[in-house]
């Protein structure tokens, strides 16, 4: 069975500063990847994917997230944190070899952004 | 592209009640999703339907929960004698059918239910 883990559950960085998000996945071949960001009381929107191709993936809002098969990670990156930022980001797996297309979720990273 | 919408946001219920919950998808999506998140938690897959059929149940979905979509296009999700450990926030998502388009899922805003 497929399954995220998200080892950081909350983070705070400084306004401006860089950040990484580490998403750690289980799978038994190579899955499609996602990241999500949810704000408070609202549904997720997609910051980006990854399906094949180009390890490197460039999302909305500055962010960009390298699949590294080895590792089987997917950590996503900005290089510099705006207060808007501020949320909670959720790492996903798909699942390319099904039909189903539905989606195995981390339990989050909550993202806080100093002044 | 006006996105998923759900009716209601929020929706507070004493227990035994039954609710019940609308999802309309973005219009040219056939497949219909259902998440529940509790707090502190990623998304729970719960069940999800290809135009009017439901093809996959999680086992999260107990007796009480049941899905409709009778005409491939809005869904509901009805929880039955409700419990305090419905409450959630009840998410919806829609997406193309085919291809890697399948797995890239819209989100609308939640339904929260709070069981008293």
């Known amino acids: 069975a497929q399954s995220v883990t998200q080892p950081d559950i909350h983070i705070t960085v400084s306004e401006g500063a860089s950040l990484e998000l580490r998403c750690n996945y289980s799978?038994?071949?190579?899955?499609?990847l996602f990241w999500y960001v949810q704000s408070p009381g609202q549904g997720l929107q997609l910051l980006l994917k990854?399906?094949?191709?180009?390890?490197l993936v460039q999302g909305i809002k500055g962010f960009e997230a390298e699949f590294k098969r080895s590792q089987s990670s997917f950590n996503l990156r900005k290089p510099s944190v705006h207060w808007s930022d501020a949320a909670e980001y959720f790492c996903?797996?798909?699942?390319?070899?099904?039909?189903?297309?539905?989606?195995?979720f981390g339990d989050g990273t909550t993202l806080t952004v100093k002044p | 592209d006006t996105g998923v919408s759900q009716d209601p946001r929020h929706k507070i219920t004493k227990r035994g009640q039954n609710v019940t919950f609308r999802c309309d998808p973005i219009?040219?999506?056939?497949?219909l999703y259902w998440y529940r998140q509790t707090l502190g938690q990623g998304p729970e897959f719960l069940t999800y339907?290809?135009?009017?059929?439901?093809?996959?149940k999680s086992r999260l979905l107990s007796d009480r929960f049941s899905a409709e979509r009778p005409k491939g296009s809005f869904s509901t999700l009805e929880i039955q004698r409700t419990e305090q450990g419905d409450s959630a926030m009840y998410l919806c998502?829609?997406?193309?059918?085919?291809?890697?388009?399948?797995?890239?899922?819209?989100f609308g805003p939640g339904t929260r239910l709070t069981v008293l």
């Open positions: 998502a829609s997406s193309h059918s085919g291809g890697s388009r399948l797995n890239e899922q819209f």
């Open positions: 799978y038994g071949a190579t899955p499609y």
């Open positions: 990854y399906f094949s191709g180009d390890t």
């Open positions: 996903a797996v798909g699942s390319p070899n099904t039909n189903a297309g539905k989606s195995t």
């Open positions: 219009s040219e999506h056939n497949r």
């Open positions: 339907f290809q135009n009017e059929a439901q093809l996959e």
